[in-house]
């Protein structure tokens, strides 16, 4: 009998270690949760993914369309993981649609969720209208095409994007300690797209300060200073409220480099959100008994293995954003690197 991998999660990890499966003639049982692939970019409807300034579908979308038409993986939507027993490659699993197969390698890619900002209640979110986060900025842009304000529709005059909410924050305890890694660089795209379309909306970036990695610095931090005038403000917010006399919302915040305090009106704020595990990537690390980290509790990869995607328990890998903050390109390249590991760990043959 083939030897079969699991994949869990449709994002764009799992679709890369499927698809990468399926070009090699790997039989591959791939299992979303929700009703369609893509994971978070398509589900949540992002606008434009970094580097590339691409949209999802331009680049999820050739991993859907091969995941699917290959012959060698089997895709089943609206399914989770419910049991593991056994060890590799002789793991015997049941899904939730009560189907039990017996498997050779499992590859967790469950990715993340964002943090829900009303655990910073001093910042506004779902108390007032014109606090959004940057995700809802995202379906602005890709649903409606347009900026406004939702508390009146009507075009912001000023608005701040507020870097680091729920990452980097050791007031939340050691949970939220880790750096989100895409905040700082998706706000610069973002600042960057407003400036383009509405030259007259003003736009600051409130930053503790700013991430972005590799080659990621001229185009993200840079050009939108240079190029659009975008204001960075190196500052810590205290709080964010409303003001009825002009409608306007206040931030009000330590200019740690002026070194004084300071409260500016705004028409419109956006959280920029950090990284969490999601609650599929916790449900799986009780199924399959992996280890996560203390603080963060995304998923660790064996210390003695030298690699990021092989995982402590023999014939599980993981890949992607299980595993803490990373972009899209890293998830797609880590999904890969699984895929490959699967294979030479069940010793299959493959078909070229």
């Known amino acids: 009998m083939a030897k079969t991998v699991l994949v869990i999660g449709g994002g764009p990890a799992g679709l890369s270690a499927a698809k990468t499966l399926g070009k090699l003639g790997i039989p591959t049982v791939l299992v979303e949760k929700e009703n369609t ?3 978070r970019p398509i589900l949540e ?11 999802p579908s331009q680049v999820l979308a050739p991993y859907i369309e091969e995941v699917q038409r290959s012959s060698s993986v089997k895709v089943k939507l609206n399914t989770q993981l419910v049991s593991c027993e056994g060890t590799a490659p002789d793991f015997k699993v049941k899904l939730s649609d009560g189907e039990e197969l017996e498997i050779a390698a499992i590859i967790v890619a469950t990715g993340f969720q964002h943090f829900d900002p009303r655990r910073k209640g001093e910042l506004g979110y779902g108390i007032f209208p014109d606090v959004i ?3 809802e900025l995202e379906q602005m842009f890709s649903k409606e095409g347009r900026l406004y304000r939702p508390s009146n529709g009507q075009l912001p005059e000023r608005m701040a994007f507020v870097f680091c909410v729920g990452s980097r924050d050791r007031q939340l305890g050691v949970t939220n300690v880790h750096c989100c890694r895409y905040g700082c660089a998706l706000s610069g795209l973002q600042a960057s797209e407003i400036r383009e379309k509405y030259p007259q909306v003003e ?4 930053y503790m300060d700013v991430r972005t990695y590799g080659t990621w610095e001229y185009p993200f931090y840079w050009e939108p200073q240079e190029k659009y005038g975008v204001r960075y403000v190196r500052g810590r917010i205290a709080e964010i409220t409303y003001s009825h006399s002009d409608g306007k919302l206040r931030i009000k915040h330590e200019d740690t480099i002026v070194k004084r305090p300071a409260e500016i009106p705004m028409d419109l704020v956006v959280l920029v959100l950090g990284m969490e595990p999601s609650e599929g990537t916790k449900k799986i690390a009780r199924i399959l008994d992996l280890a996560q980290d203390p603080d963060s509790q995304f998923l660790i990869p064996a210390q003695e293995s030298g ?3 092989i995982s402590p328990k023999a014939g599980v890998f993981i890949a992607g954003a299980c595993k803490g903050p990373i972009d899209i390109e890293s998830s797609l390249s880590e999904g890969e690197a699984a895929a490959v590991e699967a294979l030479a760990f069940i ?3 493959v078909t070229v």
């Open 37 to 39: 692939l893509g994971g």
């Open 45 to 55: 409807g992002y606008h434009t993914l970094i580097p590339r300034k691409m949209t």
């Open 133 to 135: 986060t940057n995700l």
């Open 203 to 206: 736009v600051f970036c409130y």
């Open 307 to 309: 690699s990021n995607v």
């Open 347 to 349: 010793g299959a043959k």
